[in-house]
């Protein structure tokens, strides 16, 4: 079979646009003209790394998009990093619940369930971001590379 170099350009470009465009809180793209003005106030205090001041931001944006994962995984997040797992946990579900593909969730819900030493349950997420990422995806490799973090210090025990 022959490929043509426009189809190696094109599948090339497909694999670093999606690699490279994703944030951790994207399912799949989002348009960002349309971000509320909490989600934006949220995605900058997780970035500043106050969970608090991001979970009162991303409370507001939930209220006004119900159903938009992006802002519950980064309540998971947000709730996860203040450790409080099982806020967290609500929250990764229902992102996933949203958007079953959602790969910035099953990333972080696949690393609390390492936090809470439920290393087959991180491996179930692995396998659905091995199905989300086509040409592969920083998600999953964060997630694979945790992982196996995870079973080194275990090991070493």
Known sequence: MKITAGVITLLLGLTLGQSLSMAVDRGGGGDEAKVSPS?????????????????????????????????????????????????????????????????????????????????????????ALSSACLFGCEEYTDLKKAIADYKSKQAGR
Not at 49 to 73: C, H, R, S, W, Y
């Open 39 to 127: 989600l934006a106030a949220g995605r900058k205090a997780v970035d500043a790394k106050n969970f608090e001041g991001a979970i009162q931001q991303l409370t507001k944006a939930a209220a006004e998009t119900p159903k938009d994962a992006d802002v519950q995984n980064l309540l998971g997040y947000s709730y996860r990093n203040l450790g409080q797992y099982d806020k967290a946990m609500e929250h990764y579900q229902l992102a996933l619940k949203l958007d079953p593909r959602h790969r910035g969730a099953h990333e972080y819900i696949g690393e609390l369930y390492l936090k809470m030493d439920q290393p087959a349950e991180a491996e179930k997420h692995l396998s």
